[in-house]
């Protein structure tokens, strides 16, 4: 059993940059594919990014590519997510997601994070 927890999240203008942390406890994360979701009011929760277990391959939503970077540190047990050039599209609540399996997948992830807020103003 893994365990999520999200932090870095805020208010940030359009144009700005945050970088969202994920902080895994209870197990390595080095045999797990990780993610990040994001839900925004009143929409479903959608993929943004995901990572291999070795940090080698990468998938981004179209939404996002070229603006968000993934990344992670096997050693700390930790992900983030470098988010720039945000527009207020990108607000929303963002979680931490993990799955065993070896492809950067969308979706069939078991483990979840409580989520971080993260706000664009234009």
């Known amino acids: 059993q ?12 359009a144009g ?10 209870g197990r390595t994360i080095s045999d797990l594919v990780m993610g990040w979701f994001r839900q925004a009011p009143g929409k479903e929760r959608e993929f943004v990014a995901a ?10 939503a179209s939404s996002v590519k070229g603006r968000f970077t993934i990344s992670r540190d ?8 470098q988010m720039n050039s ?11 997601a993990a799955r065993l399996g ?8 078991g483990y979840w ?8 103003s234009s």
């Open 2 to 13: 893994v365990q999520l927890a999200e932090s870095g999240g805020g208010l940030v203008q």
């Open 16 to 25: 700005g940059s945050l970088r969202l942390s994920c902080a895994a406890s």
């Open 51 to 60: 990572i291999s277990r070795g940090g080698s391959n990468t998938n981004y």
């Open 74 to 81: 096997n050693v700390k047990n930790t992900v983030l997510l």
């Open 86 to 96: 945000l527009k207020s599209e990108d607000t929303a609540n963002y979680y931490c």
């Open 102 to 109: 070896a492809t950067v997948v969308t979706s069939g992830y």
């Open 113 to 120: 994070g409580q989520g971080t807020q993260v706000t664009v």
